[in-house]
């Protein structure tokens, strides 16, 4: 085994110097810092299997090298307030930001859509070239005055900042605080102008810092006179992709807590407003909004953990340190659960373990996927051979070593042509990463799961996820298609 | 627990199993702040009134689920068209990323984009140190024989000249001097995706046309325009110019970028409209544009050059093709064959087959201003009557042009044009003025869900059904394929509604 890791990480090593010697001096220099391999700890550590924040990450990209990344507009409205259901969500500026998001991350709800949920709704103030010469501001208020009147159920709405808005000097905290008062409704304007930070990441930041400051800080709302039971919870990133919010909070009912908010897939600003009276808060995407959870931790006493529902054995290990909060009634409710799906477990494994085993796959995700999903693949017999982030922090990749072994390829930011690069030549079984990396992996031969999305299925949460992601695992990597790719008469004898 | 691993229950059936109804009837019942049932039924009720619809349509400043898209997505389309061109686009990265998602999604294919990756320093600064490094990268990486910049609406806000900044990054030796690097403004705020396409191919033919001579041949250009189903309708447009003999110029050719063969290779670009190609059609006759609103600056630049230019509205649909192979005829002096009137015999011969089902139908139509055109066209030719027309980027003129081509039909008669209004304004106004089908793009399913009217896909994006735009919608052959799907929505209505009349033979 030992010689196996020196080997991948020795090969692993020579692949990035190969694919960096393409680059310009310049982009060479800053990109060399975002490749590297797993390295051996220097001393050992219970649960830690590598080190891998050696890499840079959270750094501007390098323009013209096709990075995957998105922006703070999109951390913003399309993870953590586009979810929340009951609000109206204003993709303000020009038309494109919200057309292209509009329905595309799968965030599930329950509701009437355009009566009291809007979620797949598409709400933008269209800005013309008049609104960037003389400001938007008189458009946004008259624009909150159209919804009030058309969505008369809806709980509040927020105003989400594309480019153009940070730019031209509008004040849209002033035009909140006024409309605020006109309609009698929350209004929260988020300054995500996808300018701003080199990703996704600064937009959730600036979202959480939103929420601490236009909902939890101003007025307790729900929250005013809720008494909180002992065993009250809050799911905080999670965003319920296929339903993967659902799928989670029927296990941690089962074990006897009481969710009181989901954060913020098939969310109501009702749950953001109690949240803080829970008596802990269950973190899954750690990068995306463990801001608000530093806060409610210090202004209002709400201990957080992180928690992993991807995959039994995580599964298992997360239900078993949540109850551990929580008294003996809640650790043995926690047993019986994991001993309840320990036979769909066990069948699902039997099923797909044979067909999925020794399988390498290659991950290039968010900020919590590269690292969390890890250990569902592993629980299938497969092999993590390469893994990286679109926009992490170092203390993403700190955690990374808790679930990959040295020697692995650790990619962050990594561009089209790196990416391409390091498929060609590892050419692992299975490529999980996004849209945009899909067709050209697919086109090479290499099969693929979206893993922002969970390609149109899901959930891929808790048990009865885990079971959909072995189906899905097997149905990517087993498909007749793979061997058809070399017309009969030109394969080689 | 409801799931098992021989029959493994995902999204669709997982969640309505008992334990996550009850779960999710909780949530509701105790979490969620709820509004009660009678009153969401009572104002979902509201919002499909005429009192509702009066103020909706009486919206001044808020635009909810509109139709179209912005400039940059269709200079990124227009320049895959051409011949190993990498789309630059000078601005925020996210932008880039929703361009590449939104095409990979519709096309099922990979799109291939660079941006310049400007942050808050570039918003003080400018962002020509982006586009000096940006453009070497690119360059370097992805070997391009061509760089089409556009730009974000972050760029367009704070003024950068792109002439000027690809002039500087040539002398910093980016790119070669003599490389082409064409470039189009395309200020997100600023009409739409069909304006960007029309911008970005003014700014790839003025690289190569202006200022060089031009020595008037015969050839003909043709400008296809932004559509979902190109990859379809340009090899069709191809295959009756080869039968009439025609030889014409695509000037940006997506088809085979769009629609590349799994064999082991990525390949990042694919066939298009060479340079050679580019350059040999400044001296052609005449440009015509099959989409007039993707193209009007674009066919006054051909103009200026002593070009012909002629547009059409989308060629779907009998007429629309007729007029386009009479209008080659025209400039070429070649005969349409008689193999093209054989398909067109065809055509009429299917319509008449199944005039009985068409006639008298009525539709509801949005989309980009040619699509909507030609779709109402030919919808009337198959005695079909067209209620709503909607662009929501559609201005005044073209307003007009589709209030004339009603009215030279009977089966015109009563349809409302809508310009500039959006898929809200339409449920509202097909909540109150039904039509017997929806023909849009896939964002026409929350509206075939609210006001139970029967959807047909015909125009991009389509996301949620896969490879229609690998089948051509242009020309008698594309006619077909799209009568076939109005058929099949209009018997699978049938035969849903059926009881007793649930006929074998129809």
Same mark, same amino acid.
């Given at each position: 085994m030992a010689k196996d890791i020196a080997d991948s990480a020795e090969a692993n090593l020579k692949l990035i110097e190969e694919v960096l010697a393409a680059y310009p001096d310049k982009a060479k220099k800053k990109r060399a810092k975002h490749l590297a391999v797993a390295q051996p700890l220097t001393e050992a550590e219970p649960g830690i299997q590598s080190k891998c924040d050696t890499v840079k990450s959270n750094i501007k990209s390098v323009p013209g090298v096709m990075t995957i990344r998105g922006c703070a507009y999109a951390g913003s409205k399309g993870v953590v307030w586009g979810p929340v259901k009951d609000m109206l969500h204003i993709s303000h500026g020009p038309v494109g930001c919200g057309h292209y998001s509009w329905s595309q991350r799968r965030n599930y709800y329950t509701g009437t859509t355009g009566v009291d949920s809007f979620v797949t709704m598409q709400v933008t103030t269209d800005f013309q070239e008049n609104d960037i010469v003389f400001g938007g501001d008189k458009k946004l208020e008259k624009s909150i005055d159209e919804l009030n009147e058309l969505f008369p159920l809806n709980k509040g709405i927020s105003i989400q900042s594309e480019c153009p808005i940070g730019l031209i000097g509008d004040d849209i905290e002033a035009v909140s605080k006024k409309k605020m008062k006109d309609i009698d409704k929350r209004i929260v304007p988020v300054r995500c102008e996808g300018f701003r930070g080199v990703s996704q990441s600064l937009g959730h930041h600036i979202a959480n810092d939103m929420i601490r400051d236009w909902v939890l800080e101003a007025g307790e709302g729900a929250r005013a006179g809720y008494v909180a039971g002992e065993y009250d919870v809050n799911i905080i990133g999670d965003y319920n992709i296929g339903g993967d919010a659902w799928s989670s909070r029927i296990l941690l009912e089962e074990i006897g807590l009481n969710v009181i908010a989901q954060w913020s897939g098939d969310a109501t600003i009702a749950e953001i407003e109690r949240a803080p009276a829970a008596k802990l808060n269950l973190i899954h995407c750690y990068r995306s909004m463990s801001y608000i959870c530093r806060h409610m931790e210090e202004k209002h006493g709400v201990p957080w953990m992180e928690y992993n529902f991807f995959g039994p054995s995580q599964i298992a290990a997360s239900l078993r340190a949540i109850a551990a909060k929580f008294d003996a009634k809640i650790q043995a409710n926690a047993e019986a659960v994991i001993a309840k799906y320990q036979p769909l477990v066990d069948a699902v494994n039997a099923k797909y373990k044979p067909r999925l085993e020794g399988k390498k796959v290659m991950l290039y995700v968010g900020g919590l996927r590269p690292r969390h999903v890890v250990d569902a693949y592993h629980d299938l017999g497969m092999e993590i051979v390469g893994t990286g982030y679109e926009f992490a922090h170092n203390d993403d990749y700190k955690r990374t070593g808790h679930y990959i072994k040295e020697g692995t390829l650790i990619y962050d930011d990594v561009s089209g042509y790196e990416l391409e690069k390091f498929v060609e030549a590892i050419r692992p079984d299975l490529v999980g990463s996004g849209i945009k990396e899909k067709y050209n992996t697919q086109k090479m031969g290499i099969p693929f799961r979206q893993m922002h999305s969970w390609d149109y299925s899901g959930p891929y949460h808790g048990y009865d996820g885990y079971a959909i992601f072995a189906r899905d695992m097997d149905l990517a990597i087993n498909n007749p298609v793979w061997g058809m790719f070399d017309a009969p008469w030109k394969k080689s004898a | 627990m409801p799931q098992s691993a021989e029959k493994i229950l995902d999204h669709k059936d997982l969640f309505k199993e008992p334990e996550y109804q009850a779960m999710l009837e909780k949530k509701r019942a105790t979490y969620e702040n709820a509004t009660p049932a009678e009153k969401v039924a009572e104002v979902e009720d509201w919002t499909k009134s005429w009192d509702y619809r009066e103020k909706n349509l009486a919206r001044s400043c808020v635009t909810i689920n509109p139709a179209k898209a912005c400039q940059p997505l269709g200079a990124v389309f227009a320049a895959a068209g051409y011949d190993s061109t990498m789309s630059f686009v000078h601005g925020s990265q996210g932008c880039v990323a929703y361009y590449r998602s939104h095409l990979a999604r519709h096309f099922k294919e990979p799109s291939s984009a660079v941006s310049s990756s400007m942050t808050e320093d570039a918003a003080v600064f400018g962002g020509l140190n982006n586009m000096i490094e940006g453009l070497a990268n690119t360059y370097a990486l992805y070997s391009p024989k061509m760089i089409a910049v556009s730009t974000t609406c972050m760029a367009e806000v704070i003024g950068d000249d792109l002439n000027s900044f690809i002039i500087k990054s040539k002398e910093k030796e980016s790119v070669p001097a003599d490389f082409p690097v064409p470039f189009a403004h395309t200020p997100a705020f600023v009409g739409s995706h069909v304006d960007g396409y029309d911008n970005m191919q003014k700014g790839i033919l003025s690289t190569f046309w202006k200022d060089a001579p031009r020595t008037a041949g015969e050839g003909i250009n043709i400008i296809p325009g932004f559509d979902g189903y190109a990859v379809g309708n340009i090899r069709e447009l191809k295959r009756m110019l080869g039968v009439m003999g025609v030889e014409a110029t695509i000037l940006s050719d997506v088809s085979d970028v769009y629609d590349t063969p799994s064999?082991?290779?990525?390949? $990042?670009?694919?066939?298009?409209?060479?340079?050679?190609?580019?350059?040999?059609?400044?001296?052609?006759?005449?440009?015509?544009?099959?989409?007039?609103?993707?193209?009007?600056?674009?066919?006054?630049?051909?103009?200026?050059?002593?070009?012909?230019? =002629?547009?059409?509205?989308?060629? $779907?649909?009998?007429? =629309?093709?007729?007029e386009l192979l009479m209008k080659l005829s025209e400039l070429t002096g070649k005969e349409i064959p008689e193999q093209l009137r054989l398909e067109r015999g065809r055509l009429i011969d299917a319509m008449a087959d199944s005039q009985a089902y068409l006639h008298g139908k009525t539709y509801a139509i949005y989309g980009d201003p040619d699509f909507v055109y030609a779709m109402a066209r030919f919808v009337m030719e198959t005695g079909g009557e067209p209620k709503h027309c909607l662009a929501t980027n559609g201005g005044k003129d073209w307003e007009e042009k589709m209030k004339a081509l009603l009215a030279s039909s009977p089966f015109g008669e009563g349809c409302q044009v809508w310009a500039g209004k959006d898929l809200w304004h339409l449920r509202s106004i097909?909540?109150?003025?039904?039509?017997?089908?929806?023909?849009?793009?896939?964002?026409?399913?929350?509206?075939?869900?609210?006001?139970?009217?029967?959807?047909?896909?015909?125009?991009?994006?389509?996301?949620?059904?896969?490879?229609h735009h690998r089948f051509p919608t242009f020309g008698y052959q594309g006619a077909l394929n799209v009568l076939v799907k109005l058929l099949d929505t209009i018997f699978d209505k049938l035969d849903t509604e059926s009881d007793i009349s649930f006929d074998l033979t129809r």
């Open positions: - | 064999d082991g290779e990525f390949r $990042m670009y694919a066939g298009g409209t060479t340079q050679d190609e580019i350059k040999a059609a400044l001296n052609a006759k005449a440009t015509i544009s099959l989409q007039e609103y993707c193209s009007r600056k674009t066919l006054a630049f051909a103009e200026e050059v002593g070009q012909q230019t =002629a547009a059409f509205h989308y060629p $779907m649909g009998v007429q =629309a093709t007729d097909l909540a109150t003025e039904p039509a017997d089908l929806l023909i849009g793009n896939s964002y026409g399913k929350y509206l075939e869900r609210d006001c139970n009217v029967p959807l047909i896909r015909l125009t991009f994006p389509i996301f949620d059904r896969h490879h």
